[in-house]
């Protein structure tokens, strides 16, 4: 019943492509027809075009068994042709042209049709991803993800394109070379297939363990694409350690084990046809020693039997065909396991229906008794409350883990809240649209994201179009202009995967040009300079100077030399405040905070201080 449902929908979306599928299939009935006329034409080649001395001019092509009605090909050509040799040369030119232009517009139409759909399919597998919670990301590896919208969605292209159109010509094939059996000797037709339910409950078992092995065989996939995106992502740390021998040794173990399953997966795949071809040696024999009394009494002839065999011999081909169409859907189902379950997930709306548009962003921003846990039994924030006025800087310290981080992203609502709630100029942020929330709002985080594209584009991201006093306004302001001028292609230089052409500084710089280009009111700097150099920090802090003018920051920072002139400073400590004011009043309340600058700039002063003269 799963794997009916998993057709139906993947079917859904070859829907729109109906006519040429229907095109298609016609064309290939066609094709399975002429493969029949072949068949059937094989009588008239023993019994009259290599015998010129029988006196009948007509040739017969088949006999109805129950009605005796013969079928000549005379009645397909005209009547002024009357030479045997001259009408079976018009027809094997017939139909073998008429088969080939067939097969032609049948297997490409009915492989547009397929990988259309599947490129519709990965599309919409695609944006399902794309448009989940920040939570999927973390629970789902990188690797495994992009497999499975590669590799897993390629499995069911390759059986919806080449498969499928292999699978109609075969029905069709085998439907009209039975019809040739049936005419030629319905006993003979019948014996021969009584074996066949011994072929057909292997290949249905069979079919089972296949897709349990693709299964395991894509797991195996995702399992080498997550160690090899870890391995690059990560090869300086991996040089840096000395670990390749490691990470090939376990790449090579992955391997093995994907070898084994594919192995399983190919001793099911093969074990079909040696049954089939025992099968129809045993099926032959058999209607050998039927023919040979037959033709003996003159009950058939050597040209009825000879298009029998041949026709019972090709009935065999789309019998194994059909097989191994269906092992490959059952790949392509094993394949798509993940797939199916990825789209079964709920989206994060962009749009929701019955919430509001959220006004452009003026007053304040509240949060109200906030309380939130990844995991409901071990909360993270407890009880937060703070309020920010349009145009201050809100800077959010701790140690590690006190919830910093958790806690600006409950901003853009990157998360829900447990408890409380969070407030833009009254409105809660769970009452207001996704869209028009996350659009009054930019980030530059630790880790900059760029993309392998042009300067230009990853500082216009997601806004094509815009003049370039604009963007190069936005670049001066971040103090990334100069330096972008002195790349190979100035603006058009493309940057290569994650920036990593860059320095990290000129990064930081580029994601602010990014942010400043935005123009959102709210910014939220989640510790945008604690992994750069002292004078990269110090372009940096210049250029988020310029980003937060006129607009209201959330700053997370370790180095708390950054946010000396912050308007407000919130201490969190085990999810909760535990003090909040101006920089001079926490230092003179000698609290937590101050406890943290003194602990920061003590070792930053041991560090500095000069070793003492030794007298003498």
């Given at each position: ?92 030119l ?29 599309n919409h ?114 040089k840096?350690?000395g ?7 376990k ?55 000879v ?21 490959q ?6 394949a ?59 800077a959010?310290?701790?140690?590690s ?12 609502r ?17 009452d ?54 002195e ?33 959102s ?48 400073i ?13 920089h ?33």
């Amino acid at each position: 019943m799963k794997q009916r449902g998993e057709l139906g929908q993947l079917l859904q979306y070859i829907k729109p492509y109906r006519m040429r599928l229907v095109t298609g299939i016609v064309s290939l009935a066609i094709v399975g027809l002429a493969e029949g006329l072949i068949a059937l034409m094989i009588t008239p080649i023993f019994d009259r075009v290599l015998n010129p001395s029988a006196p009948d001019t007509r040739l017969l092509l088949i006999r109805n068994p129950f009605t005796q009605q013969a079928v000549y090909l005379n009645s397909f050509l005209p009547r002024q042709i009357h030479s045997v040799g001259t009408m079976f040369a018009i027809a094997i030119l017939v139909v073998f042209i008429g088969k080939g232009i067939a097969e032609f517009f049948g297997n490409t139409q009915v492989q547009y049709a397929g990988i259309a759909g599947v490129t519709d399919f990965r599309n919409h597998v695609y944006a399902k991803v794309i448009r989940q919670p920040i939570g999927f990301f973390q629970y789902h590896p990188t690797g495994r993800v992009i497999s499975t919208v590669i590799n897993d969605v390629e499995r069911v292209r390759n059986t919806f394109s080449e498969y499928l159109s292999i699978g109609f010509r075969q029905i069709f094939t085998l439907f009209f070379l039975l019809v040739v059996l049936l005419g030629t000797s319905w006993k003979m037709t019948l014996g021969s297939f009584v074996l066949l339910p011994l072929v057909v409950w292997p290949v249905r078992t069979l079919g089972k363990r296949i897709r349990r092995s693709t299964e395991n065989i894509q797991s195996g996939i995702g399992m080498l694409s997550q160690i090899v995106a870890e391995t690059v992502s990560g090869n300086r740390v991996v040089k840096a350690f000395g670990m390749e021998t490691f990470e090939i040794e376990k790449f090579r173990e992955s391997s093995r084990r994907l070898l084994r399953e594919n192995m399983r997966w190919i001793r099911a795949c093969v074990a079909t046809s040696p049954l089939m071809d025992l099968l129809g040696a045993v099926v032959i024999v058999l209607v050998l020693m039927y023919a040979r009394v037959q033709i003996k009494h003159g009950a058939m002839t050597a040209g009825i039997f000879v298009t029998f065999v041949y026709a019972l011999f090709k009935s065999y081909e789309p019998v194994k065909g059909l097989s191994a169409v269906y092992q490959q859907f059952e790949q392509a189902f094993g394949a798509t396991n993940r797939v199916f379950e990825y789209l079964g997930l709920a989206e994060e709306p962009a749009e929701e229906p019955g919430v509001r548009v959220l006004p452009p962003f003026s007053q304040i921003v509240e949060f109200d008794r906030v309380s939130f846990g990844y995991d409901r039994e071990t909360p993270i924030l407890r009880g937060v409350s703070l309020k920010a006025r349009a145009g201050e800087v809100i800077a959010i310290v701790g140690s590690s883990g006190a919830g910093k981080t958790t806690l600006v992203n409950l901003l853009p609502r990157f998360y829900a809240v447990n408890s409380g709630a969070v407030r833009l100029d009254g409105m809660d942020v769970r009452d207001v649209t996704l869209r028009s929330l996350r659009e009054q709002m930019a980030i530059v985080t630790q880790e900059t994201i760029l993309f392998n594209d042009t300067v230009w584009n990853n500082i216009c991201y997601g806004r094509p179009g815009l003049p370039k006093q604009r963007v190069e306004a936005a670049a001066t302001a971040a103090l990334a202009h100069d330096f972008i001028l002195e790349l190979p292609q100035g603006y058009q230089t493309v940057l290569g995967e994650r920036g990593q052409r860059l320095s990290g500084g000129q990064r930081q710089r580029i994601a602010i040009a990014r942010a400043i280009l935005k123009n959102s009111p709210i910014l939220i700097l989640d510790e945008a300079t604690s992994e750069l150099d002292s004078e990269s920090e110090m372009l940096v802090q210049r250029a988020l100077s310029n980003l937060m003018m006129g607009r209201t920051a959330f700053v997370i920072a370790h180095r708390l030399s950054t946010i000396r002139r912050a308007d407000k400073i919130i201490v969190l400590e085990d999810g909760s405040i535990a003090e909040v004011g101006t920089h001079q009043e926490l230092l003179a309340r000698g609290g937590t905070y101050a406890r943290l600058y003194e602990m920061q700039f003590a070792g930053a002063d041991e560090v500095a201080a000069p070793a003492p003269k030794v007298k003498g």
